[in-house]
């Protein structure tokens, strides 16, 4: 069953202001946090096993720890950026509830004791970047930002930056060297952005999910929150869902909760006469499941890492027998070769190779050994570069190839698509 | 000229917005394309002027990010994304289209300055697939006969 526990008022249209939020009892948990100490704050996240929402699933209290302690000025950067590809819940998020965020933000703020945060929007996103400045307006003129904050002593600052279209600036160096100004490039890890962030300062970036999700843990309590999820994946998630299925949506289901169910009942399952041929369970840099997979998969960390994928950032693409894999892939690879920022020689070529060999296949002109080198450059481009998209290029295209062989060897023979009327993937483009 | 005195007073007071002076240049280039639709040469030289900063910081930063336009770009700048979701739903097909009856070459201006059309990556309204956006505005679920109102209402 779909919960309401993140998006619980997201029917109200009030909710987004100021008076509506409250009038749910927004702000009551930035006080109660008030009264915590900050170290208590990420003990109590910690516990609570709240995992990063943002793509790589690193537990937020864990990663707050890591910030030194050497009396430095410290930033917190809101990941808003959502170019994964499949993904659309932040948008929801940050439209219907600024202030959800914004309250999650200042708990956090409290906690890693940060004085100034921003909220990194993608600049496609610029109805909601306004949603958002008029909400820190409302926050700012009723005393929640600014100095002295509710009278706790605690003072911070927040605003929000437009990217410019880049997906590379999701990742979080990437994004740090955008709102440092320069091109949006990532920087060599270690050291990490809890030590050497934002202008060489201590800096922690959480998604937008992950910081509004805080708040829930302090309202509730680690015991509360924990009651939806599993063991190593606790709370609920937000699914964006899209693709060969009755009802694309946002749907917030508890973590652990099946793939199948989250189709057939959620969603209201394929469409006429269809039958599911994959899954991308969470962005198109995850690796794909077959069908089989998918119908035994279950919506958590734990589960999608044992099949060799990934939760990411929970964008479920529905792919029913009408697709063509070869084309599918196609598509995914000239994004990722159009979004490599060209620092590392493995990514920057490899992704320049293996989209040629994909559109090699596609317009008809592919040989076997096409499928295999597709297969070994993708090998050879995992886990050697500044940042990981080199590995997202990668792993989806050695899972298409090795689930979905059949399709690109019928491609290379025949000189067309396996799947019937897929127009588009013969037509070489 | 780039700038209006408008829009030189809004980047003036971008500049010290921020902790760094260069975190304007994003803010400042996107205030010359809402002035006059896009990028060129000559306004990065004078962004430089008005901004005090190097005019190769600046371009560096256009270059990098496609939400700028570095070339002439119509009145409406039709971006048709064609990700996966999108491309499912035929949205490639539709570009095409649109870029048939437009007469035109992705990333030309029409004859009568109104459109320029670019094929983009994910806009993160995938479960209204296929989705274009017309500068910020969003246009979803469509199909041949939305895109043939939508043209005809632009055209007014
Ligand atoms: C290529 C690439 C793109 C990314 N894009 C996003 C994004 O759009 N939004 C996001 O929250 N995280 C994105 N991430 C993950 C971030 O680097 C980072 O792990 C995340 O923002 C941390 O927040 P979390 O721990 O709350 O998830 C991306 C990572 C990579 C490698
Ligand atoms: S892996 Fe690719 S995108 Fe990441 S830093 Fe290297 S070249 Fe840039
Ligand atoms: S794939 Fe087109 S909006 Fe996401």
């Not at chain 1, 400045?133 to 605690?154: C, H, P, R, T, V």
Request: charged share 30%.
């Amino acid at each position: 069953m779909a919960v309401q526990y993140l998006t619980e008022h997201y029917d109200d249209k009030d909710f987004v202001s100021l008076k509506g939020y409250k009038a749910k009892g927004g702000y009551k948990d930035l006080e109660k946090a008030f009264k915590l100490k900050p170290k208590e704050i990420i003990e109590m996240v910690k516990a609570s096993g709240l995992r990063g929402r943002g793509g790589a699933g690193f537990p937020t209290g864990v990663k707050w720890s890591f910030l030194p302690d050497n009396g430095e000025e410290r930033f917190l950067l809101c990941n808003a950026d959502e170019g994964e590809p499949g993904t659309f819940k932040d948008r929801l998020m940050m439209e219907k509830a600024p202030h959800q965020l914004i309250e999650g933000m200042l708990i956090s703020a409290f906690a890693i004791n940060s004085k100034k945060s921003y909220i990194y929007i993608r600049g496609e996103y610029e109805y909601v970047a306004v949603i958002l400045e008029k909400a820190l307006k409302e926050a700012y003129d009723a005393g929640l930002l600014g100095k002295n904050i509710l009278g706790s002593g605690f003072d911070h600052d927040m605003d929000v930056y437009r990217g410019a279209g880049a997906y590379i600036c999701g990742e979080e160096t990437g994004m740090i060297s955008s709102l440092e100004g320069l091109k949006g490039q990532p920087k060599l890890k270690p050291p990490f952005p809890a030590i050497k962030g934002y202008l060489g300062k201590p800096t922690i970036v959480n998604n937008v999910e992950t910081l509004a999700a805080v708040k829930y843990v302090i309202r509730d309590g680690v015991d509360a929150f924990r009651k939806y999820g599993t063991e190593k994946s606790a709370g609920t998630k937000l699914f964006s869902v899209s693709g060969d299925v009755q009802k694309p949506g946002n749907y917030e289901v508890p973590l652990g909760y099946p793939l199948k169910d989250l189709i057939e009942k959620e969603c209201g399952g394929l469409l006429p006469g269809r039958k599911l041929k994959a899954v991308i369970p969470g962005g198109s840099s995850a690796p794909v499941l077959n069908a089989e997979e998918a119908y035994r998969a279950t919506m958590d960390y734990e589960c999608l890492a044992e099949m060799g994928s990934m939760l990411g950032s929970g964008a479920v693409i529905i792919i029913d027998d009408s697709n063509c894999m070869v084309d599918l892939l196609h598509v995914i690879l000239h994004f990722y070769h159009h979004e490599s920022c060209g620092q590392c020689t493995p990514c920057r070529e490899g992704t320049g190779w293996i989209e040629k060999l994909s559109r090699k296949i596609v317009s008809g002109s592919g040989r076997l050994q096409d499928i295999d080198l597709l297969d070994k450059v993708a090998q050879n481009m995992k886990g050697r570069t500044i940042c990981a998209l080199s590995d997202a290029a990668a792993l989806p295209t050695i899972s298409f190839v090795a689930k979905f062989r059949d399709e690109f060897e019928f491609f290379v023979r025949e000189g067309r698509s396996k799947v019937k009327g897929n127009i588009y993937a013969q037509s070489a483009h | 000229m780039a700038l209006t005195e408008q829009g030189k007073e809004y980047v003036k007071k971008e500049l010290d917005r921020y902790e760094s002076r260069l975190s304007a240049i994003i803010p400042a280039l996107y205030k010359v394309q809402e002035e006059k639709g896009w990028i060129a040469k000559e306004d990065i030289e004078e962004l430089s002027r008005v901004m005090d900063l190097p005019a190769s910081a600046i371009q560096e930063v256009a270059t990098f990010y496609t939400m700028f336009n570095k070339k002439p770009t119509g009145k409406y700048h039709i971006q048709v994304c064609c990700n996966v979701t999108c491309a499912m739903k035929k949205g490639r097909e539709l570009t095409d289209y649109i870029l048939k009856k437009l007469d035109l070459e992705e990333g030309e201006v029409s004859n009568d300055g109104l459109f320029t059309v670019s094929r983009v990556e994910c806009l993160g309204s995938c479960d209204t697939a296929p989705v274009l956006q017309v500068n910020f505005d969003y246009h979803e679920n469509l199909d041949e006969k939305k895109v043939d109102l939508l043209l005809d209402q632009l055209r007014k």
